[in-house]
Nanobody, 115 residues
Framework: QVQLVESGGGLVQPGGSLRLSCTAS??????MGWHRRPPGKQREFVAS????????DYADSVKGRFTISRDSAKNTIYLQMNSLRPEDTAVYYC??????????WGQGTQVTVSS
């Protein structure tokens, strides 16, 4: 079982930036990433990165604005969010998928983009 701890959420003005962090404890991780759940909506994919070849993937809604990265030594991923929009307001959840296709989730961190 992988334990995930997220940080970095908060309140930001439109056009601003935030950087989310997620640290994983445990091994055997194939990929890590971020999903989000906007208020009143379904959870949606945001970005992911594989631990092996660092392949990244992004939702169309965040391409060109968000960047996912990984620090392998710290077993930590980051989500740099730029040019934030009100529609980016959501609870952001970190996830990790291990080689047994088990998925673990963090507790979520709130991102609010005002107006």
């Amino acid at each position: 079982q992988v334990q995930l701890v997220e940080s970095g959420g908060g309140l930001v003005q439109p056009g601003g930036s935030l950087r989310l962090s997620c640290t994983a404890s445990g091994g055997g991780i194939y990929s890590m990433g971020w999903h989000r759940r906007p208020p009143g909506k379904q959870r949606e994919f945001v970005a992911s990165i594989t631990t092996g070849d660092q392949t990244t993937d992004y939702a169309d809604s965040v391409k060109g604005r968000f960047t996912i990265s990984r620090d392998s030594a710290k077993n930590t991923i980051y989500l740099q969010m730029n040019s934030l929009r009100p529609e980016d307001t959501a609870v952001y959840y970190c996830n990790a998928v291990d080689y047994g296709i088990r998925t673990d989730w963090g507790q979520g961190t709130q991102v609010t983009v005002s107006s």
